[in-house]
């Protein structure tokens, strides 16, 4: 076999066990613009007034972001990793319509962080799920292969979800790698509890009457996701 046959298969080879749900290619999340613009503050903050009564300051611009695209309905941001973006859920299009589409509604592989229509966009839902790519390049919902490192699990435990109406505060509960049923269609809340126990590679205590908020985004093994379960210990008018 020549050099030049060798590096065509070995390429064609990569390709194809990095395909699995967006690990194909070093693809920006720039591809859709700097979804940084849209933010005044790195993370949430807590002031005090006259009161001595703590009040959350949202870091989002909803008014600039909601211009480019209304279906931006909240923001997520997990400390010491890259996920820190927009979340949307389609409205006229299919539930994985952000799959392969950015902010600006264009095509793009790497898509955006996103719900399904089954999910309602207050988080009121017991279990609700957020997807996201596992991007080669570490963007979008890539950075969730970190906690499966026990010190990083140990050493991080609090995400932030944004609205325009609040600030919810999660518990990271649990990492885990798992087959790539459709959740919210085949468990109660109960029996995922129970599941997310079983399955966890990484878990910590937590109340099991929280709401549920998991973010999914696939492993490396075929038909495998690698989710990271968090639970709602706050939300901050």
């Known amino acids: 076999m020549t050099d030049k046959r060798k590096k065509i298969v070995a390429a064609f080879l990569l390709i194809t066990a990095v395909g699995c749900f967006g690990i194909m290619g070093s693809i920006l999340v720039s591809d859709g613009g700097n979804v940084g613009q849209y ?8 002031t005090t007034n006259k009161n001595k009564k703590k009040k959350w300051r949202n870091p989002i611009n909803w008014e ?3 211009r480019v695209n209304p279906e ?3 923001w997520i941001k997990v400390p010491d990793t890259v996920i820190d973006y927009p979340v949307l859920q389609s409205k006229n299009h299919d539930d994985d319509y952000y799959l392969h ?27 609700t799920v957020l997807y996201g790519h596992n991007m080669i390049n570490g963007s979008m919902f890539a950075g969730i292969k970190k906690f499966s490192d026990e010190d990083f699990f140990e050493a991080h435990k609090t995400i932030y979800v944004y ?3 609040a600030v919810y505060e999660y518990t990271i509960w649990a990492y885990c790698v798992t087959d790539d049923k459709d959740i919210l269609s085949s468990y109660t809340k109960e029996s995922y509890y129970n599941a997310i126990k079983k399955e966890a590679e990484q878990i910590r205590k937590v109340n099991s009457n929280s709401q549920i908020l998991t973010l999914s985004t696939c492993g490396t093994a075929s038909r495998t ?6 639970v709602l210990v706050g939300k901050h008018d």
């Open 39 to 46: 933010k005044t503050e790195k993370q949430p903050t807590k």
């Open 101 to 127: 589409h950015n902010l600006q509604k264009k095509y793009s592989f790497a898509g955006c962080i996103y719900s399904r229509k089954d999910n309602a966009m207050d988080f009121s839902d017991d279990i």
């Open 163 to 165: 609205t325009t109406e």
């Open 225 to 230: 996701r690698r989710l990271l379960h968090c």
């Open 72 to 74: 931006v309905y909240a």
């Open 64 to 66: 600039k972001i909601q």
